[in-house]
């Protein structure tokens, strides 16, 4: 295995260089980038919101309001229908989702019938008008009642529509922003993603975001005093509108449109000549100047209304008739509020209402920190790592930590290309990567260390090492992978970046681990020749201690029983402090303008918002303060409410850097598919480890890692640390380094299973685990020198998330020992299942021999 032909040693280093190449732009500003020549390299990685600051939006289309728009528009074509058919009609009206109409001739009903059969036509709704859907169905209850109901097929169309409609004009929307690279796409049936990176007003965002823009002209009617409309009863044929201003004036507005804003071509913020204020000039399309024209020709001296979602902007007097197909909009604007309804109005209307169901946003001072943080957390842990690996291996120990570079090199070349964004928990991922990575060199050196003591040469103690740490390598890393793959599907966000980061890292790791420090090794014995093991701490550790682990595992099963009792008792009488991904609700954190945040002051104002439960504490610096607003009655629109009104409250003594707000639609699901996520990837490593190995081992490693779950569950409890998606994602990696363990050692008693077939299942255990003892040991602690760096360098926002997996770590390694081996004797494993085909043709030639005898 240590032989390299010349194609294979140019192929490794190939690759390499491809992954240093497409990774070092990375280490450079934006303008030395530029002034490089273009043949180079200039990609750099999308860095996340929590990165470079930003919004992350989640827009649903209101489904109730397209039911109610299409509710109205049947009604409309019905009246049409049937006056166009000449047929009498009563009753025509709407409720929940049918509209019904009763023909009051007898002898009208087939006429009426036929007049009416249009609405229930299938309409063209697949890619090239391949597929139909029939949106309305009608049924009579008694004769001469008709009643149209919409179907379920109709109106998931409809919010498909929408959906597809929305994302469009959202674009429009925020590309007149003129932000840099915007991800705007459907998630799920009816929701639009909006993630804008960089942007320094998301407030405004969300202004423009929050409107569907659809604007009208209509003519004011006077034939009676607003007043007494509002008093009595408005004419037919017209409502009672209230204007933008404050306070609002009332405009009785006739109901007929005149011209809407699907007539538009252009709108432009300006100013008006004469009184020098902001203003927005538009123009229309010639159909639209032709109905503008007549309507202001005709009614010279009244007052025309325009109106935006059914709010009066402005209700100017037509002086003359105004025939050139343009006109402005005046009001009480700023320049920006001019800007933004210019952007409106260019982007065209949404086809319905979108609510806010969910909002991540970061200020760019905030991201900056998060850069900084996360750049000294990974230097701090990769020296670590560096100088524990030289110390503990020596020369090995260099070709390791040159592999761990040129792995980590690849993992930021791969994230680069694929475009993938790198969040704060991405760096999380790959400063994990950097203490796991270096557990395949761990089990591949102490192979060789054993193939030493037995009597063999350097050279073959590396090459046997190598070829026997193979099938250990790819199942411990594969079932790692399995984790990252569930985290990727079943999270969101930081979670999914943690899970991408992850993922490429163990690829990267198995390919190193395998060519890379292979090719390097193979070198090194070509060039020096050595004939010791390289002199390092490691030596100093025995090969096989002789702890008898299986003596205590009686004391193990009693203490990890008492753990678990006492965690489920914890969830009758404690309750999780969940965090806004699960319950809903505002996380706020904000820095003070001055020398010093008051948190009492805080508390104190925000109390009297009747916003119901706030909690605000101390994060970071004196500055700093972390603000919680329990989830609100309203539903969605209402948590975006309260954010407002916090806001208001606060934003003349302090600076917003962060806000997330999860409505209640959203916490529901993020809570059901984090509780599948931690279930699936138990099943699929239970099928993957039984497929590998046998059943025993596969329940063996489910029940060790169901303890783990439980304890780092009782950890959250105890210490009332914040539950929440990041959680979720601590228990999985978790579960993925505890399985990682667990199967190391697994490989290690399936391996002396064939070897020692008399020896007593409980010796044969407790040796293999004092055997991978010491990669067991080294592992954990390479590990945890990249964690420590993450808390302690990494920031306050996942602090608490690297804390789980700091004792996960512990827990993982303590149930690795003293529960996942012990289950096999439980479960009654039996030395016969690993015979080979050899060993069975042997046994059955000795009982045909015995017989004959």
Same mark, same amino acid.
């Given at each position: ?200 007003? @998301? !407030?405004?965002?969300?202004? #423009? &975001? $929050?409107? %569907? ?8 009617? /006077? *034939? ?91 209700? @100017? !007097?037509?002086?003359?008739? #105004? &025939? $050139?197909? %343009? ?8 320049? /920006? *509020? ?516």
């Amino acid at each position: 295995m240590l032989y390299f032909s010349r194609w294979k040693t140019v192929s490794i280093w190939l690759v390499v260089l491809l992954g240093v190449i497409y990774s070092i732009p990375n280490l450079f500003s934006q303008s030395t980038l530029d002034a490089l020549p273009n043949w180079l390299p200039k990609q750099q990685m999308t860095l996340g919101l929590d990165l470079q600051g930003g919004s992350h939006i989640l827009l649903q289309v209101d489904r109730q309001d397209l039911i109610n728009e299409r509710l109205a528009s049947t009604r409309d074509d019905i009246r049409t229908m049937l006056r166009d058919a000449r047929v009498g009609y009563t009753g025509l009206s709407g409720s929940g989702r049918a509209v019904q109409v009763r023909v009051r001739d007898a002898s009208a009903i087939e006429a009426a019938r036929t007049a009416l059969q249009p609405l229930t036509q299938p309409v063209s709704a697949g890619l090239f008008g391949t597929g139909t859907v029939t949106e309305l169905s009608l049924a009579e209850p008694e004769p001469g009642l008709f009643r149209f109901t919409l179907t379920d097929e109709g109106i998931n169309y409809r919010v498909s529509s929408a959906v597809t409609q929305s994302i469009e004009v959202v674009g429009r929307r925020v590309n007149e922003l003129g932000t840099t690279e915007p991800i705007i796409q459907r998630q799920g049936a009816d929701r639009v993603l909006v993630q804008v990176p960089g942007l320094q007003d @998301p !407030q405004r965002l969300k202004d #423009i &975001l $929050g409107q %569907t823009a659809k604007l009208t002209f209509q003519m004011v009617d /006077q *034939s009676v005093p607003v007043q007494e409309a509002i008093e009595g009863r408005p004419p037919a044929g017209s409502t009672v509108m209230y204007s933008t201003d404050d306070p609002p004036v009332p405009y009785l507005i006739e109901s007929r449109v005149i011209v809407s804003g699907e007539n538009l071509v252009d709108a432009q913020a300006t100013f008006d000549q004469r009184t020098n204020e902001p203003v927005v000039s538009f123009r229309f399309d010639n159909q639209g100047a032709s109905r503008f024209g007549q309507a202001t020709q005709q009614n010279v001296g009244r007052l025309f209304a325009i109106i935006l979602d059914n709010q009066v902007i402005s209700a @100017p !007097q037509i002086r003359e008739p #105004i &025939l $050139g197909g %343009t006109g402005q909009i005046s009001g009480n604007f700023t320049v /920006q *509020s001019a800007n933004d309804l210019a952007v409106l109005l260019r982007a065209g209307a949404l086809p319905a209402d979108l609510t806010i169901v969910e909002e991540r946003t970061v200020g760019p001072s905030l991201g900056a920190d998060s850069i900084e943080a996360g750049k000294i957390a990974s230097m701090v842990g990769a020296v670590l790592v560096i100088v524990t690996m030289l110390v503990v291996y020596g020369k090995l120990g260099l070709i390791a930590n040159l592999a761990l570079a040129a792995n980590v090199g690849m993992i930021v070349a791969v994230l680069t290309l694929l475009g993938a964004t790198l969040t704060l928990p991405g760096i999380a991922g790959i400063v994990l990567t950097m203490g796991m990575a270096v557990d395949s060199n761990v089990i591949i050196f102490e192979r060789v260390r054993e193939e030493r003591s037995q009597g063999r040469s350097l050279v073959q103690s590396l090459d046997s090492g190598f070829q026997r740490a193979l099938a250990t390598v790819v199942d411990a890393n594969l079932t790692t992978f399995i984790v990252a793959v569930i985290l990727f599907y079943m999270g969101t966000g930081p979670v999914r970046g943690f899970a991408i980061t992850l993922g490429i890292g163990i690829i990267t790791t198995v390919f190193t681990a395998y060519t890379l420090t292979r090719w390097m090794i193979a070198f090194w014995l070509r060039r020096q020749r050595p004939t010791e093991f390289p002199a390092g701490l490691v030596n100093y550790l025995p090969l096989e201690p002789k702890i008898g682990f299986m003596k205590l595992r009686n004391l193990g099963f009693a203490l990890s029983g008492a753990i678990s009792i006492a965690v489920a008792a914890m969830f009758f009488v404690t309750d999780f402090n969940y965090g806004i991904d699960f319950k809903g609700g505002s996380l706020i954190e904000v820095q003070a303008k001055g020398p010093e945040a008051d948190p009492g002051d805080v508390r104190a104002r925000l109390s009297d918002l009747n916003l119901g439960e706030v909690q605000v504490q101390e994060i970071g610096n004196d500055r700093e303060l972390m603000i919680r607003v329990q989830g609100q009655e309203g539903g969605d629109n209402a948590e975006q409410s309260a954010v407002e009104i916090v806001r208001g409250e606060l934003a003349s003594d302090y600076d917003f850097r962060r806000v997330e707000v999860v409505g209640p639609t959203v916490s529901g699901e993020l809570a059901r598919t984090g509780t599948i996520g931690i279930l699936l990837s138990m099943v699929a490593m239970l099928v993957y480890i039984w497929f590998r190995f046998e059943w025993q081992f596969g329940m063996g490693a489910i029940v060790s890692t169901a303890h783990d779950v439980i304890v780092i569950v009782g950890i959250y409890l105890l210490l009332g640390l914040e539950f929440n998606l990041q959680a979720i994602a601590a228990i999985l990696t978790v579960v993925g380094y505890s399985i990682n363990d667990t199967v190391v050692i697994y490989d290690r008693i399936r391996e002396n299973l064939r070897r020692y077939k008399k020896m007593p299942l409980d010796q044969l255990i407790d040796l293999s685990l004092n055997q991978t003892l010491s990669r067991t040991i080294l592992t954990g602690l390479t590990t945890l020198m990249a964690l420590i760096a993450l808390y302690f360098f990494g920031g306050e926002v996942i602090s608490s998330f690297v804390f789980a997996i700091i004792v996960g770590v512990f827990v993982g390694t303590y149930s690795s020992l003293f529960i996942a081996g012990p289950m096999l004797i439980l479960f009654k494993l039996r030395p016969d299942m690993f015979d080979t085909e050899k060993d069975k043709e042997a046994a059955a030639k000795q009982v045909a021999t015995a017989g004959k005898v």
